[in-house]
């Protein structure tokens, strides 16, 4: 493999559950990897204010996903309550970045909007 990042040393600051694969993938290319999590991503205490927006889907005009992380807690929770993907049809939906709107894809296939970044 091509050695790009030989004697560099890259700090990798996702969670460390997501850290991995692009861990690996800079070893690859001979970088020296130090993981230094800056944030760690864990279920709320309450979902209350979660719950109640998604029982209220019909006051909002857009649903916005901010990252692969938000995407997935928002559809795992609106899953919880048996609603369908469907039930986004009425709303605009806006996926940040590519990742994101992948996992949004996977529920949803009209993309009302993307960004790649804000």
Known sequence: MNQQL???????????????DFLT??????????CCPTIEIKEPDNYDR??????HLYGYDWVILTSTNAAEFFLRRL??????ASDLD????CAIGEATASRRR???RRDDARRRRC
């Not at 993938?25 to 001979?30: C, H, K």
């Not at 979660?50 to 029982?55: G, H, K, S, T």
């Open 50 to 55: 979660l719950d109640e927006a998604i029982d």
């Open 79 to 84: 899953f919880h309550f048996n609603r369908a």
């Open 25 to 34: 993938i800079l070893e690859e290319y001979g970088a020296k990897v130090i």
């Open 6 to 20: 030989a004697g560099r040393t890259v700090v990798i600051t996702r969670a460390a559950s997501q850290a991995n």
């Open 90 to 93: 009425d709303l605009r939906v």
């Open 106 to 108: 996977s529920v949803r």
